[in-house]
């Protein structure tokens, strides 16, 4: 049973940074792809970032330039550097991930971006 585990959600002032961290069950690259969502409050849960597994990255509109995706294979670990934050990123984030149809995700952390 695949299992994924998000960390690292925080309350952050605006403007400040914050990195979450996404720990696999298994080697990460045998999954077509990983992604983070995000769902705030009284909304739908909307697409972040993705990552291939041949690397290649996407990104939502309204995330483009401030977040960053990244994974780290060794401790089977997706990333999301989240920058220049908004008070408007604040949610859950969630994240994702697929082998063919089959979907896994994880729990949840919280994001609260407020002064």
């Known amino acids: 049973q695949v299992r994924l585990v998000e960390s690292g959600g925080d309350l952050v002032q605006p403007g400040g940074s914050l990195k979450l961290s996404c720990a696999a069950s298994?080697?990460?690259?045998?999954?077509?792809?990983m992604r983070w969502y995000r769902q705030a409050p009284g909304k739908e849960r909307a697409f972040v970032a993705k990552?291939?597994?041949?690397?290649?990255?996407d990104y939502a509109d309204s995330v483009k330039g401030r977040f960053a995706i990244s994974r780290d294979g060794n401790k089977k670990t997706l990333y999301l550097q989240m920058n220049s934050l908004k008070p408007e990123d604040t949610a859950v984030y969630y994240c994702?991930?697929?082998?063919?149809?089959?979907?896994?995700w994880g729990q949840g952390t919280q994001v609260t971006v407020s002064s």
């Open positions: 994702y991930a697929n082998i063919l149809s089959r979907e896994y």
């Open positions: 298994e080697n990460i690259f045998n999954f077509n792809t």
């Open positions: 990552i291939t597994v041949g690397g290649t990255v």
